[in-house]
């Protein structure tokens, strides 16, 4: 079974801090998401990669950066969070392009006071 | 993209078969229909796909109308352990980001 699995299931940080969320897969899949779950907004993509060092903005990049630097880790980065960035972050995988059986980790809760 | 239109909620017995509606009116000809459900407080879980034939898996089965205008997950039967939200998605032209909408949120009682 694919495997995704994400650094933290909660954390709390403080405005203006600078947060790494970190993602592995373990099925050499080559594209890579992180979406932010949100009640009432469904998921809402922010960014994904399809190759390592690749990276493609999503529908609300806004805020965040992230890194691909080996296929099986995909970072999103918080330069400097805000209190509106509170939410449920979810990283996915895929095997191809194009594919859409996305397999998903179990997400972070992160809060921002 | 080819948009979904799911009811907000529906109810189920346990040991029952849940029936979830899907309407994809303006899906193309080669575009599939993928469900996924989302447990509380868990990331989405992939359920099936298909295209144009009935499609089942050892979680659920997938039945598209012949016009492929709409299709219906049938769990053969509920446990409470399948109360979740369900999402129907139809592929994205993209072929990247996943079109989640509200989905149907499914109760299942004892």
């Known amino acids: 079974d694919v495997k995704v699995t994400q650094s933290s299931r909660y954390l709390v940080k403080r405005t203006g801090e600078k947060v790494f969320l970190e993602c592995v897969q373990d099925?050499?899949?080559?594209?890579m998401f992180w979406y932010r779950q949100d009640p009432g907004l469904g998921l809402r993509l922010i960014y994904f990669?399809?190759?390592?060092?690749?990276?493609e903005k999503g529908d609300i990049p806004e805020g965040y950066s992230v890194s691909r630097e080996k296929k099986e880790r995909f970072s999103l980065i918080l330069e400097s969070a805000s209190t509106n960035q509170t939410s449920m972050y979810l990283c996915?995988?895929?095997?191809?392009?194009?594919?859409?059986?996305?397999?998903f980790g179990p997400g972070t809760r992160l809060t921002v006071t | 993209d080819a948009k979904t239109t799911q009811p907000t909620s529906m109810d189920c017995a346990e040991g029952r078969a849940a029936n979830l509606p899907c309407n994809h009116s303006t899906i193309s000809g080669n575009e599939y229909v993928y469900w996924y459900r989302q447990i509380h407080s868990q990331g989405p879980q992939y359920i099936i796909h298909?295209?144009?034939n009935n499609e089942t898996n050892e979680m659920a089965s997938l039945i598209i109308t012949e016009d492929r205008k709409s299709s219906t997950l049938i769990l053969p039967h509920a446990t409470l352990r399948d109360t979740a939200v369900y999402y129907c998605i139809v592929d994205p032209p993209s072929g990247y980001a996943l079109n989640f909408g509200k989905g149907t949120s499914l109760l299942v009682t004892p």
């Open positions: 996915a995988s895929s095997l191809v392009q194009g594919d859409t059986k996305q397999y």
């Open positions: 298909g295209l144009k």
């Open positions: 099925m050499d899949h080559e594209n």
């Open positions: 990669s399809y190759d390592v060092k690749m990276k």
